[in-house]
């Protein structure tokens, strides 16, 4: 039987190089660049994609780029710009790794980089936000890793036009910018006047952080210290001094000082995701870095927080500890069985996942109710702590390992320097005075 042919459509006027297949049925055209002698050839289902992708290709050849390159796809572009930071700190490139595998690479990942517009890049953003659910900060971080992969793309010639992912979140960061002041007009009591779409406010109200109350972390305290003897020491550091959990996992013995009360924060400790299989051992998955925001601190411990140390202390003193990243004289350990058993450092990642359990296993093991509550937001009642009784700002900015903005941070500067330590001593003096982890306020 013979095969069926496809009519050429009356409407269709060849251009130079035009022509029309009626065995497949598409639109064809072949090119010459004159500068070169390259030849290029193209077919398309409908003839004006074919010609806007020719138009592409001419204006390739009249600007000397590479029409092969333009023909790129975002999964390859962000994969070079990836190639391109390896001298970032391991936990950037991680992080980064991680937004391509999880929302670049399966997804948006097999476009082409010429074919990807700005209306595409707006939409996959809000897509992230809305339906994914996603925090604004990741989306912008995710946006962040394929606007600098189209502009490495860019300086490379593969890219005509504009780069799709500049602005492509300014809708939501306006959005964004009138939930946070309905949010306070809420507070305060007022009648809101920012007008605000009820998908943004449904959008931020499982978001919202809070702080845990003096009873609710006596509560946690107490079960810990009887049903997780070993998580019982983590959760009182982490409460108790606010520091993040790269930072906790980063502690050394020489960085607590029992006698004068301080603990000295000098790096991170992360665990890499890492996808390859190393020969010498899981302890090669971890790097070392600086604290967030690249500065030591000291912040003063009080005697709830130096019990839960010297507890920690002999619960892992038989421990046999293996030498991560240079050091091993960690604070926290694992409670791994096996050849690791109990050598190497505590993983800043499992934090996140023990305290999603935390809630159901107290309830198991006491048959009361309990809080959920996420590592940062250990972290905030710490901050919250310290505002309610009074301690400065600056005060905890820097035990915090804030970032002062603006003009302040001259002023942060000057005080670090000169008198920042004794004025964090005296302030914390006066706040242990007041406040205890396990009893609240004190008389």
Known sequence: MATKKNKKPRSFKPEKGEWFSESDGRYHWEGINPKTGEKKKLNRKNIEDLRNRKIEILTAWENDLNSDAMDKTINEIVEEFLESIKNYKGSTRNAYSKYYRNYIKDGIGEKGINDFKYEHAKSYAEKLYFKNGLAYSTVSAICSVLRRSFNLAKTQNYLIGNNPFNDCMIEIKTAEKKVRQTEKEVIDGVKPKSA?????????????????????????????????????????????????????????????????????????????????????????RYTKGSTKNGKKRVIPMTEEVMDALRIQKEQTKNYNRIETCGLNNYVFLSMETGQWQGGRPYIALAVGPKLRKLPGRMERFTGKAFPKFTAHEARHTFITRLTSFGVSSDVIMYVAGHTPPGVTKAVYTHFEEENMLKRVQNEFKEYEKKYSILGGKKD
């Open 196 to 284: 605000v779409t009820d998908k943004y406010l449904e959008r931020h109200q499982h978001k919202e952080r809070r702080a845990l109350s003096i009873d609710e972390v006596k509560q946690y305290a107490e079960a810990l210290k009887v049903y997780d003897p070993f998580f019982y020491p983590v959760f009182m550091v982490l409460f108790g001094t606010g520091i993040r959990c790269s930072e906790l996992a980063g502690l050394q013995w020489e960085d607590i000082d029992f006698e004068n009360g301080l603990m000295h924060i000098c790096r991170n400790l992360r665990y890499e995701d890492a996808r390859e299989n190393f020969d010498d051992g899981p302890r090669n």
